[in-house]
């Protein structure tokens, strides 16, 4: 779905939960690394190293609205600017991805000492702006919510995003111009998670 990705790599984590996940990767012939549930940073170096590249694209388990076009972008921009990470800044929660280089990733594991550096796996990159190029940049488009949630971490996330697969597709991958076109057509739907909190990078789930 994203041109310039060479191999897809899951990453999860060792609770028993995640067995079906793994399962449905061996069978479609997606790699996979099987890491700590807690520490991310450390699964997603892991992987890297078992699985290299110059590049790692960051797609969460909890954003099934990625938008493949918008990843792209972000992997044409990253691949010409040299940046060590890089990032579309404007769109809705949930559907940009973020990719940074595999030494940027290293030197976050090396170095990184805080709780919420090991779970969201990059705010070592991102504290640290004068060591690193770090290139987070808006695109033009159309979105009349401003509180437009496309991510799944709370239950009315979770309602959220069934109402929008049980409308568009439950085997579709589809872009966010097309979520929006529906949400215009369905606004009252948008109350339905836009009252979430939202935590900060710096905040860990403890």
């Known amino acids: ?62 954003n099934p609205f990625m938008d493949p076009d918008y990843a792209e972008q972000t992997i044409q921009r990253i691949v010409a600017s040299n940046s060590h990470l890089c990032s579309i800044k404007n769109l809705p929660l949930g559907v940009a991805v973020e990719v940074f280089s595999f030494r940027a990733l290293q030197q976050a594991y090396m170095f990184s000492s805080k ?19 770090i290139d987070q940049f808006s695109i033009s488009y159309e979105n009349p919510f401003d509180s437009l949630r496309l991510t799944v971490d ?4 979770y309602k959220f995003a069934c109402c929008i697969y049980e409308n568009l597709g439950t085997n579709n991958m589809f872009l966010t111009g097309e979520i929006i076109t529906f949400l215009q057509k369905n606004p009252h739907l948008i109350d339905i998670n836009s009252h979430i909190y939202q935590r900060k990078m710096t905040e860990a789930n403890v």
């Open 1 to 62: 779905a994203i041109p310039s990705v060479d191999q897809v790599v899951l990453a999860t984590s060792n609770k028993p939960e995640n067995k079906k996940l793994i399962d449905i990767a061996v069978k479609n012939n997606i790699a996979v690394y099987i890491g700590s549930h807690h520490n991310v940073l450390d699964r997603y170096y892991q992987a890297s190293k078992k699985y290299p590249g110059d590049f790692i694209v960051r797609v969460t388990g909890d």
């Open 115 to 133: 709780v919420h550096e090991f779970e969201h796996v990059s705010p070592f990159i991102k504290q640290h702006k004068s060591s690193y190029r």
């Open 154 to 157: 709370t239950e009315e996330d």
